[in-house]
């Protein structure tokens, strides 16, 4: 038998070395488990030389922390969860960027999990999740109010890019990059636009919808909304008749994916950007900028989002040190997909 049957072998008969613990890592270094445990557990709670002294040595022994036993005496299990619309929309990448390195700051592992769009999926995934972590953040949310509000009762929740009433959230403010995307179309001369919407179910869609309609009157601009749209750039493909039809000379998408759809079936049908139609999408995906021509956009800090959201879910569950929340708006930023119309 050579060396890795042998190996094998003990493996097979229960000969595995049993895990480290605290107390072993403890016992190693001469210190007390609960100095050991905030080492662990909560970086940058402790003496900087002294963690790093236990960590090596929990690398030593091999020690893996598992997050069901601590959950046993504590309760807690140091995971959040965060479920998404589409994990394959570029425009959440920032996003779960800004939460885990809040997360993995504070010692906790995210768990990411995807609704496709739809409530049902989305339900069923946050019941999955609540068994096993400490706090949920939900993305643009497609429950209803009551769900959400159910779901805040059993754990901590936060919101994101939705608001219910009692329950805490981050929504960017809007209302700065959309005014000063309407001022940027003002001055080239449109008074016609269309808002290329998202889906029905999108409180997101919703309120900048509703904002337009507010704020285009104002600058004696007529506004008409297409849709409801799939966020895609299927969807933003499958609006160009109907801008066509509405007769607009600019368009505002509900997100960039939807922007570059439309931008790619006007080239398709020979309608040239920006000089017969002015585009602008929203957000500001990484990607915008490689379109021809470059997307101007909305840009929304949905890192700073993701950030936020960690951040009041650690509030909620009384971690310490947690930061006042931050205002998160939205800026326009100016490309080269908007001109003055061709009269």
Known sequence: MNQEQARS????????????????????????????????????RINATT???????????????????????????????LILTDIT?????????????????EGYTLVLAESQESG????????RLLQSIDGLVLVASRLADEQIEALADAKPLVLVNRVVAGVPGVVPDVVPGIRDALDHLASLGHTSLA?????????????????LLDEAPRRGMTVVEIGPGVPTLDGGEQGLRRVQASGVTAVIAYNDLMAIGLLRACRSAGIDVPSRLSIIGFDDIFGSDFTSPPITTIRTPLDLAGEEAVHQILAALGDDDVPEPRHVRAEFVRRESTAAPVR
């Not at 808002?195 to 904002?211: D, I, K, Y």
């Open 9 to 44: 072998a003990r493996r097979g008969n229960g000969s595995r070395k049993p895990a480290a613990t605290i107390y072993d890592i403890a016992r190693h270094l001469g210190l007390s488990p609960s100095t050991v445990s905030r080492a662990l557990n909560k970086p940058g």
């Open 51 to 81: 963690e790093q002294r236990i960590r090596e040595a929990a690398a030593e022994l091999n020690y893996r922390i598992n997050p069901m036993a601590r959950a046993l005496p504590t309760g807690r299990t140091n995971t959040l969860g």
């Open 89 to 105: 929309n570029p425009v959440y990448f920032p996003l779960v960027r800004g939460a885990e390195r809040i997360a993995a700051a």
């Open 120 to 127: 049902a999926l989305e339900a069923e995934s946050a019941q």
């Open 195 to 211: 808002f290329l919407s998202g889906p029905s179910a999108s409180w997101m869609s919703r309120l900048r919808w509703e904002t």
